[in-house]
């Protein structure tokens, strides 16, 4: 189906012009003749696209996403066709790189790619989770109640991003403080020391002298550190996100580093929980739901380690037991899964433990961030400390000596 923008004559002999979809022009000369209208002309509406230069240097923002789900699974339940949902729902006021993604996604389903298929064109925008249940709604014909799953998925794991943000704040600001400070003592106070205490003579102790060469060595080559290090950041940031062996890196320092483990280990939990309820309420076999999982929750460290677990399924062992001996879930998980696998509702075990594991994610960034905080206050006073310290010792020296 094509959009026509029409002009004709009616009954009376007056020219309208409007706008109707049609296969091709004689269906839509011969659907206005019986409406008692003759075409005049007609010519494919061709709509203007956004700027790609907003579509490319912007990024589509989640809670876009979240709203178009929500009206998207309402309309689909009132029986609107996905065609005429996706054409309704990209009309209304979006980001332009939302608008782009949205007409795309029109234009392909017109020309009869599937949902998921057009969806997985935009992996920034509609990650593999998203795409794959996207497929289980159109195979399963639960796509509406998939929809508003996404979306309540994608809203709680909002919150927990942004709640983890919220938190890193104050730290982040003292990160930066400490190398604020850190520069201005090495670059302006000592050196205004430097010339009095060579003045006094006498024994210059061996902490102002390590302290003086390190103020002498970035004032020197400062240009050339930062350049260090803005290559060593560079080099880092390809390495572990274009690379596979660096994501599995990353993935793999996720869930060993102090504090930043535990925040992942739960939230990874949360997340698996809520993908498994919506994969179980999609009628998939549990084997199917776990192969899902295994792809669903971006984490390569995860992703491997899963496959146990699977394979142990296949063979006859329960859940429970199959997902312990992985060790990459807290016990609480697998106490749980075992319960609902003993009472035959594995569906609301389930939500009760990601909701809990929701609340773990909030306590161990808060527990994260009050055990940052003093470390990196101390640091500051240490690095202050130990300035403020050889600048005096050689003054009190010299007093003492006097």
Wanted: proline share 3%.
């Amino acid at each position: 189906m094509a959009l026509y923008v029409c002009e004709a004559i009616d009954a009376l002999g007056k020219k309208v012009s409007f706008n109707r979809e049609a296969t091709d022009e004689v269906s839509l000369r011969a659907n206005l003749k019986r409406e008692n209208l003759f075409l005049i002309k007609a010519k494919i509406y061709k709509e203007k696209e956004p700027n790609l230069f907003f579509a490319v240097s912007s990024k589509v923002k989640m809670n876009e996403v979240i709203s178009f789900l929500r009206q998207f699974s309402v309309m689909i339940k009132a029986g609107i066709s996905i065609s005429d949902s996706l054409n309704s729902l990209r009309s209304q006021k979006h980001s332009k790189p939302f608008q782009k993604v949205l007409l795309q996604v029109y234009q392909d389903i017109q020309s009869g790619v599937l949902l998921s298929e057009a969806f997985a064109k935009f992996p920034k925008v509609f990650p593999n989770f998203f795409v794959n249940m996207i497929g289980i709604g159109e195979v399963s014909g639960s796509l509406d109640q998939v929809l508003e799953s996404l979306a309540d998925y994608y809203e709680n794991d909002r919150k927990i991003k942004r709640k983890a943000k919220t938190a890193m704040v104050y730290p982040i600001i003292l990160l930066v403080l400490i190398v604020v400070v850190t520069l201005f003592l090495a670059l302006y106070v000592l050196p205004q020391f430097e010339g009095t205490i060579n003045e006094l003579g006498g024994d210059v102790p061996t902490l102002t002298r390590v302290v003086m060469g390190i103020s002498e060595f970035i004032k020197m080559y400062f240009i050339f550190i930062i350049a260090g290090i803005f290559i060593v950041f560079l080099i880092a940031y390809l390495f572990f996100k274009k690379t596979k062996k660096g994501r599995y890196a990353l993935d793999w320092l996720k869930f060993h580093l102090p504090f930043i483990g535990r925040i992942e280990k739960n939230l990874i939990t949360s997340r698996f929980s809520k993908a498994f309820i919506i994969l179980l309420n999609s009628g998939m076999t549990i084997t199917d739901c776990l192969e899902n999982l295994r792809r669903m929750l971006g984490n390569a460290v995860f992703s491997e380690k899963f496959k146990y677990t699977i394979d142990e399924v296949k063979r006859g062992k329960r859940i429970a037991l199959a997902i312990e001996n992985t060790k990459l879930f807290p016990l609480m998980l697998t106490e749980m899964i075992n319960v609902g696998e003993k009472s035959g509702n594995i569906e609301e075990v389930l939500e009760a433990t990601s909701n809990y594991f929701d609340e773990q994610v909030e306590s161990s960034i808060q527990k994260a961030t009050a055990a940052l905080e003093p470390i990196m206050i101390i640091f500051l006073g240490g690095i202050v400390a130990v300035v403020i310290l050889s600048v005096l010792l050689p003054i009190i020296s010299l007093m003492q000596s006097i």
